[in-house]
């Protein structure tokens, strides 16, 4: 199997292939320089794996919640990619990203997700490690004011921790999470290569689309509706 995936919702770039079962990735921290950045990344892996794009199965992108921008470079460039190799598009949550990162890490069976949302507010999603050992969302994804965190669907019992970005910003929500899992949350970005698993399931359950049906989630439009 072969899946592409871009992953712009962050200050970060980046870019992975899944290869025979192996993985290529790209990763840099480029704050509004996704655009110049996506399509060489995209370029260097398949060459180095010799592929074409017409030789994918499919092609994956972080489709949110994240930065309005990046999520549209992302969306776009995985939908021109698809439609010029005929294959079909797998959106997968930036946040579930994270929280794979950890899954595959760690020993935790829980992870808070956490994005800076700006404007005073967080995108956020708790997921739990499934049979498959892949995230799974437990509830659904949020979008509030940093004071309505909350990680009361985690099991009190449950060994888990919080990651993501923001903690600079909202040190008074780094405190209050510090002093419930014991220790301080990790700052960490969503990558294209925690992208590719999830993606990878998401294909074999058939969950792939043509590319003029593959949307960002931005969750802030839900709120303003």
Avoid at 53 to 59: I, K, R, W
Avoid at 99 to 109: D, I, K, P, R, Y
């Amino acid at each position: 199997m072969h899946i592409l995936a871009l992953e712009t919702s962050t200050e970060y770039c980046s870019c992975a292939l899944l290869y025979q079962q192996e993985t290529l990735a790209r990763a840099e921290f480029a704050p509004r320089r996704h655009a110049e950045l996506i399509l060489p990344m995209a370029d260097s892996l398949l060459a180095e794996a010799g592929l074409t794009p017409q030789q994918l199965d499919a092609v994956a992108f972080g489709r949110g919640p994240g930065s309005f921008t990046g999520l549209r470079i992302a969306c776009g460039v995985a939908q021109g990619i698809a439609l010029a190799a005929d294959v079909l598009v797998l959106p997968v949550s930036s946040l579930a990203a994270l929280a794979q990162a950890v899954l595959q890490a760690g020993t935790a069976s829980h992870v808070l997700a956490v994005l800076d949302a700006r404007m005073a507010e967080l995108y956020w999603g708790i997921f739990a490690r499934n049979a498959a050992g892949l995230a799974e969302l437990v509830g659904e994804e949020r979008l509030s004011v940093p004071e309505n965190l909350d990680w009361t669907l985690i099991p009190a019992t449950a060994p888990w921790c919080a990651t993501g970005t923001g903690w600079e910003t909202y040190p008074a929500v780094a405190a209050r999470l510090q002093a419930a899992q014991g220790s301080a949350p990790t700052l960490s970005y969503p990558l294209a290569q925690a992208l590719l698993p999830l993606a990878q399931a998401a294909w074999q359950q058939g969950q792939g689309v043509p590319a003029a049906q593959a949307l960002p989630v931005y969750l802030r439009n839900q709120v303003v509706q």
